[in-house]
């Protein structure tokens, strides 16, 4: 991955990059996923599409334009299995592991969801697909159906072709040259079938041929080439069918034989770190790779022979002769994280995490950074002076007085990271701390870290401090609770209250308010007497604009309204339409944005609330939105634009909110889009504004034409005055009333029909 990093920088002089744009408008979803990985790739009308993980990637040969493609830009999901191409009808068809299709035809999508419908038993994961003259054979892992491109129609389908009738997944199919027979590549090796003759029904297993003279277990492709048909043996060759036997043509293959891709008198073979060519069976030749290439699935060849291909170790890779060139978009190294964190105007993810028993998942892809509103940095152990073998990273907190960002551990201890490129390791061996499961961090008015730690010993400190001079303080609190052994996550108030929940496996352990000058600690509970937690399963700590704590269960949200009476008052629940708010949903995450909403992560889906959860605005799933996921990990949100950052198990996706955090002054306002150009429908965004400000629209002579109340720091107009007429062309002035009722110039809107 070194050679990745560094070969990308160069790669920036020759390749067209589709930018990002920090004025993103409201209510615009943006995907940030790795597309260091490519499991499948093929060409349509001068353009090569390359599915990588959890989205795809285009590339427009004639300008070497690189764009994403994603549930964002209409495709129906992530995580797809196969995409092919017919250039002789213009036609696409992108496979996706739960049998969904999306067919793309005249530069629109389409989705075919017939397979997926269907009552199909099992798996119906697409494998691969090949098309012949408006007719597309679809591999599945419940066998194959025939698609109708025309009429959009499944007109066969082959199921439980193993003898005696028993499942058989098909992992890929051709036709021969005269289109009288296919051929399948399956688990239970390779068959045969007369196709298209009348009387000849190949739902029934007996109909099949089933080749004994060639391994029954080890057949992963079948294509055919110049009248010939061929199959591929994992880590043993490529075999041909002559007469009704199968010879070994002498290519010998000692990995996986991933796929066979046909291009006009050539098959492609894509054997992990070898690609080769046949033509015939005695006319074969290996393709020169370069020596990064570690995983090739799949292959495709332009019209000016340049190779394309998909490699899931090192992404996507253009092959010219003895020149190549990789192809890849700015994004997070991986699509684990587990933890987002906004500081200095930078979005922070944490690749680790642990498992749902707390254990270790050893995830060592370091931290990825989001910078200056448009791209992404990877730190990690190739390239950076990130400590090797520093794992699961899961909670950041950055220090403003010593300008370190720390981020904590689960088994590793603690890291403080000062830019450009120094990683300082604290951990058990090297500070105070009793335990390397560093869970919790926070830091204070007075610039002190506050640390919290799991898997403490026994009647050993669990909480700890350090000064911004580097004194350090350890803090047991109740010793004879096996609770504080157990920190999970860990919130400062502003009356310097350590607010901390806790966790072990198999036992729901409650929250704790801690402060050591007063030396008052109580624990929290479920019931009137315990505090009257929802649940002691607490999964997620947020405190509000207004320092209101919230907390989220496996039984819905609770708030402690005011923290000066920690030690005395209870957790209530808000009520909507009669009961608790999401009563019945797990609780993942919850973030405050600048209007002080509430955005709620759940196992279910995205939500947003307004300040006191009286109302829902906005309820977001796989469904009806561009998430790839309804398991929702965690959110953060960009205190300038407002722009949400949700990790899923599936990746990372932002959407433009129209909060943003409260600004004292005006100064940092700025107007987009602007000028207003003929045929934009969207909201104007007004940022940089103080929480609920009354904002005036009015023209060059000062008519009042619209006004509204800021939400946060952001204020939008519909471009309509209150009687829904258009502003027509011109010119027009934007004032913002202080706390002192003085009206404030913020600045002009130009508008042009």
């Known amino acids: 991955m070194r050679f990745l990093a560094c070969l990308f920088l160069v790669l920036q002089s020759f390749w067209v990059v589709a930018q990002t744009n920090s004025n993103v408008q409201l209510g615009v979803w943006r995907t940030h996923l790795p597309t260091n990985s490519a499991a499948t790739v093929s060409i349509l009308n001068n353009k ?8 795809c990637i285009t590339v427009d040969i004639s300008d070497n334009y690189i764009a994403p493609l994603s549930k964002v830009d209409g495709l129906t999901q992530s995580d797809i299995e196969v995409i092919r191409f017919d250039e002789a009808t213009q036609t696409g068809l992108i496979g996706y592991s739960n049998g969904n299709i999306d067919i793309l035809k005249n ?73 009288d027979s296919v ?10 079938a007369p196709y298209g003759k009348p009387g000849i029904n190949l739902m029934d297993f007996t109909n099949w041929k089933v080749y004994t003279d060639i391994s029954t277990t080890d057949v992963q492709s079948v294509g055919e080439v110049n009248g010939r048909v061929y199959a591929g043996l994992n880590k043993t060759g490529v075999f041909v069918l002559a007469g009704n036997t199968w010879q070994n043509i002498g290519l010998s293959i000692d990995t996986t034989c991933w796929n066979f891709v046909k291009h006009q008198n050539q098959l492609l073979v894509c054997a992990q770190t070898k690609l080769y060519s046949i033509k015939t069976p005695s006319q074969y030749d290996a393709i020169p790779l370069p020596t990064g290439i570690k995983n090739i699935h799949d292959a495709t060849i332009d019209q000016s022979g340049k190779i394309w291909v998909a490699d899931t170790k090192n992404g996507l890779t253009q092959l010219n002769g003895a020149d190549y060139k990789e192809i890849y978009l700015n994004g997070p190294l991986t699509t684990n994280t587990f933890n987002l964190y906004y500081y200095k105007n930078n979005i922070l993810a944490n690749s680790g995490g642990y498992t749902n028993s707390f254990s270790r998942s050893y995830i060592a892809d370091g931290i990825y950074e989001f910078q200056n ?7 990690n152990r190739y390239n950076s002076n990130f400590p090797e073998g520093f794992s699961d990273n899961i909670i950041a907190s950055y220090n403003s007085f010593d300008d370190t960002l720390y981020i904590g551990s689960y088994g590793n201890g603690m890291l403080g990271f000062k830019k450009p490129n120094t990683f300082v390791k604290t951990d058990a061996n090297n500070s105070p701390l009793k335990s390397n499961y560093v869970t919790g961090l926070d830091t204070d008015a007075n610039g002190t870290l506050w640390i919290a730690t799991r898997l403490t010993p026994q009647y050993q400190p669990g909480l700890f401090a350090k000064t911004k001079s580097g004194i350090w303080s350890a803090y047991t609190m109740n010793a004879s609770r096996s609770e504080n052994r157990n920190i999970l996550q860990l919130k400062i108030d502003s009356l310097g209250n350590k607010w901390m929940r ?17 030396y008052q600690e109580r624990y929290f509970s479920t019931g009137s007497n315990g505090g009257n937690l929802p649940s002691n399963n607490i999964n997620c700590l947020d405190i509000d604009n207004k320092g209101v704590v919230w907390i989220g269960s496996d039984q819905g949200i609770s708030a402690f309204y005011d923290p000066s009476l920690a030690f005395s008052s209870s957790f209530v629940a808000p009520i909507y339409n009669g009961f608790g708010v999401l009563f019945d949903k797990s609780i993942t995450c919850i973030k405050t944005d600048g209007g002080n909403r509430k955005w709620v992560g759940t196992t279910d889906g995205l939500w947003l609330f307004n300040d006191n959860f009286t109302e829902p605005i906005l309820f977001f799933t796989t469904e009806n939105s561009p998430l790839s996921s309804n398991n929702i990990i965690s959110i953060e ?23 943003t955090a409260s600004n004292e002054d005006f100064k940092s306002a700025k107007i987009f889009p602007n000028p207003v150009r003929p045929g934009y429908s969207g909201l104007l965004t007004i940022e940089g504004l103080k929480d609920n400000v009354m904002v005036k629209v009015t023209d060059m002579q000062g008519k009042l034409f619209y006004e509204v109340r800021s939400n946060g720091g952001t204020a939008t107009w519909n471009l309509k005055n209150y009687a829904g007429v258009k502003a027509e062309t011109g010119m027009y002035l934007v004032f913002a009333t202080t706390e002192k009722g003085e009206e404030k110039f913020v600045g002009k809107i130009a508008i042009v029909e």
């Open 637 to 659: 949100i960009h205190d300038l634009t407002g722009e949400v950052f949700i990790a899923t198990e599936n990746g990372i996706i932002s959407y433009r909110s129209n909060a």
């Open 107 to 179: 530069g629109a999508l389409y989705n075919f969801d017939v397979i997926f419908r269907s009552n199909v038993a099992g798996s119906k994961k697409i494998n691969n697909i090949i098309i012949y003259k408006n007719t597309a054979f679809i591999s599945t892992d419940y066998g194959v159906s025939v698609l109708n491109l025309k009429k959009n129609e499944v007109i066969e389908s082959w199921q439980s072709l193993r003898p005696g009738g028993l499942p058989n997944i098909v992992y890929a199919a051709t036709l021969n040259a005269h289109q």
């Open 48 to 55: 090569i599409y390359a599915a990588t993980t959890k989205s």
């Open 502 to 518: 806790y966790g072990n496996n198999g036992m729901d352990l409650g929250l704790m308010v801690y402060n050591e000058k007063t």
């Open 183 to 192: 051929f399948l590549a399956t688990e239970y090796g390779l068959m045969s």
């Open 373 to 379: 509103q448009d791209s992404w940095t990877n730190y």
